[in-house]
């Protein structure tokens, strides 16, 4: 039978927070006086409370009091984000509560850090109740912990963590525990502990948390503009992104992606076929993405992965349909069978004007492929197709001055992803 309360814990459970918690104590060590310490001693921070953590570095009380404030100056401005969700936790958390089982956190971690955390980490949407210490709170009591975070009419319930701690927690309060082996602890601790269930990745945990829910189809997004808006640096930096939260991304590209498509690609580019009638044209990024949706994108889609394609289908609306005039309902015509109703849930589109775009190609010192060579009249087409494509589609479709500074370009993408997340 399914468990219908989940309790997690955050640090090495949720996220691998370890480098910031590690650098945290590291600091505040040091300016205590204690130096030259082996640094892998900071890595028995993660997890068991801060206050025995500096006692066990040979500390007084005193001074592991005060060691704590110097960890917390640096913890919440920068530690707490030194940090990463583990790959696959957002789709298990979606399919929890797909499921309907209630989510809840319980962790030693002060309860403000945690709530930012997973506010941070676009998590925060995912849980009923968040359970942590005060932040004078030196014991970090994980049984306490635990029985507060359980909630009342709580019927089959079990409490996840990767330390001895979390296992300890569960079982004071009755209920069943799962070590998670790809955190902080071993698995010998955690079999030691008396773990009810050790599961060694995350896959696995999903497997015994929601058996039977399906993983929800992944997240596709795609990124659009002009040649020279900047897509590859915003696309690494979404990349990123997405990552850090736990999203499992697959990179790719069109025309290309796949290795029949890549093929296509070569044809479709070369300057030797600068004579190809743009039917043709219009026809091969066609067939390249036919491939490309079916090796591709479909079945990491279909594997709960998060799709971050370099240009899609809007490309040959704005390129083909826009510059080259064969018309907007021609192309989406002939591309109908390619994208066979694959469409993307979110598109970056970096606007920037065709004068601009041309000055940044002209100065890129990479040969210039066939469609970048085109005068600026056919860049100022593709500019247009673009700006109505984004006036048809305002919820997918999220444009930006590509000529704003590049952290404020990213900062907008990402604010728009979440929100685009966060509805789903
Ligand atoms: P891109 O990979 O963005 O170029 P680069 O490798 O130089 O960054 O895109 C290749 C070119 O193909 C680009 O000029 C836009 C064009 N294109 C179309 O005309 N139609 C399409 O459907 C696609 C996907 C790209």
């Not at 279909?302 to 826009?322: H, I």
């Given at each position: 039978m399914r468990y219908d309360t989940i309790l997690f814990d955050l640090?090495?459970?949720?996220?691998?927070?370890g480098p910031g918690i590690m650098h945290s104590a590291q600091i505040a060590a040091e300016k205590m006086?204690?130096?030259?310490?082996?640094?892998?001693?900071?890595?028995?921070?993660?997890?068991?409370?801060l206050f025995q953590s500096f006692q066990a570095l040979g500390m007084t009380e005193a001074q592991a009091e005060q060691a704590m404030g110097h960890y917390r100056a640096y913890f919440a401005h920068r530690g707490l984000f030194e940090n990463a969700v583990y790959p696959g936790i957002p789709n298990l958390l979606r399919r929890l509560r797909a499921g309907g089982t209630g989510v809840y956190l319980a962790t030693a971690k002060p309860q403000v850090f945690a709530e930012r955390i997973l506010a941070h980490f676009g998590?925060?949407?995912?849980?009923?109740g968040v359970v942590g210490i005060a932040l004078?709170?030196?014991?970090?009591?994980k049984p306490t912990i635990v029985r507060a975070a359980l909630?009342?009419?709580?019927?089959?319930a079990a409490m996840v963590g990767d330390r001895a701690y979390d296992i300890d927690g569960g079982k004071a309060n009755g209920i069943d525990t799962v070590g998670v082996c790809?955190?902080?602890?071993?698995q010998a601790e955690l079999a030691h502990a008396g773990a009810t269930h050790l599961v060694d990745t995350v896959t696995e945990l999903a497997a015994l948390l929601a058996p039977d829910v399906p993983i929800p189809r992944g997240f596709f997004v795609t990124v659009e503009g002009l040649?020279?808006?900047?897509k590859t640096t915003q696309i690494d930096a979404l990349g990123h992104y997405l990552t850090q939260r736990g999203y499992e991304v697959v990179r790719t590209r069109e025309p290309g992606g796949s290795p029949i498509a890549e093929q296509i690609r070569r044809v479709v580019l070369?300057?030797?076929?600068?004579?190809?009638?743009p039917v043709t044209e219009a026809l091969l990024y066609a067939a390249a993405r036919a491939e490309h949706v079916q090796a591709v994108v479909r079945p990491a889609l279909a594997a709960g992965k998060t799709v971050l394609c370099d240009r899609f289908v809007d490309s040959s609306v704005a390129y083909q349909g826009g510059g080259r005039a064969l018309g907007v309902d021609v192309v989406r015509g002939l591309n109908a069978p390619a994208v066979?109703?694959?469409?993307?849930d979110a598109t970056l589109l970096l606007r920037v004007d065709a004068a601009t775009a041309m000055g940044r190609r002209s100065r890129a010192t990479a040969s210039l492929d066939r469609i970048e060579v085109e005068r600026e009249a056919f860049h100022q087409r593709v500019f247009d197709a673009y700006e109505a494509l984004a006036q048809l589609y305002p919820d997918r479709i999220c444009a930006v001055d590509?000529?704003?500074?590049v952290a404020e370009i990213t900062r907008q993408a990402c604010a728009r992803m979440d929100a685009m997340l966060a509805a789903r």
């Amino acid at each position: 039978m399914r468990y219908d309360t989940i309790l997690f814990d955050l640090d090495g459970t949720l996220t691998e927070s370890g480098p910031g918690i590690m650098h945290s104590a590291q600091i505040a060590a040091e300016k205590m006086g204690f130096t030259g310490v082996d640094p892998a001693a900071f890595a028995r921070f993660i997890g068991p409370p801060l206050f025995q953590s500096f006692q066990a570095l040979g500390m007084t009380e005193a001074q592991a009091e005060q060691a704590m404030g110097h960890y917390r100056a640096y913890f919440a401005h920068r530690g707490l984000f030194e940090n990463a969700v583990y790959p696959g936790i957002p789709n298990l958390l979606r399919r929890l509560r797909a499921g309907g089982t209630g989510v809840y956190l319980a962790t030693a971690k002060p309860q403000v850090f945690a709530e930012r955390i997973l506010a941070h980490f676009g998590l925060a949407r995912f849980f009923d109740g968040v359970v942590g210490i005060a932040l004078d709170d030196k014991a970090g009591d994980k049984p306490t912990i635990v029985r507060a975070a359980l909630p009342k009419r709580a019927g089959r319930a079990a409490m996840v963590g990767d330390r001895a701690y979390d296992i300890d927690g569960g079982k004071a309060n009755g209920i069943d525990t799962v070590g998670v082996c790809y955190g902080y602890g071993t698995q010998a601790e955690l079999a030691h502990a008396g773990a009810t269930h050790l599961v060694d990745t995350v896959t696995e945990l999903a497997a015994l948390l929601a058996p039977d829910v399906p993983i929800p189809r992944g997240f596709f997004v795609t990124v659009e503009g002009l040649d020279g808006s900047g897509k590859t640096t915003q696309i690494d930096a979404l990349g990123h992104y997405l990552t850090q939260r736990g999203y499992e991304v697959v990179r790719t590209r069109e025309p290309g992606g796949s290795p029949i498509a890549e093929q296509i690609r070569r044809v479709v580019l070369s300057p030797d076929n600068l004579g190809m009638h743009p039917v043709t044209e219009a026809l091969l990024y066609a067939a390249a993405r036919a491939e490309h949706v079916q090796a591709v994108v479909r079945p990491a889609l279909a594997a709960g992965k998060t799709v971050l394609c370099d240009r899609f289908v809007d490309s040959s609306v704005a390129y083909q349909g826009g510059g080259r005039a064969l018309g907007v309902d021609v192309v989406r015509g002939l591309n109908a069978p390619a994208v066979a109703g694959t469409m993307p849930d979110a598109t970056l589109l970096l606007r920037v004007d065709a004068a601009t775009a041309m000055g940044r190609r002209s100065r890129a010192t990479a040969s210039l492929d066939r469609i970048e060579v085109e005068r600026e009249a056919f860049h100022q087409r593709v500019f247009d197709a673009y700006e109505a494509l984004a006036q048809l589609y305002p919820d997918r479709i999220c444009a930006v001055d590509a000529t704003a500074g590049v952290a404020e370009i990213t900062r907008q993408a990402c604010a728009r992803m979440d929100a685009m997340l966060a509805a789903r």
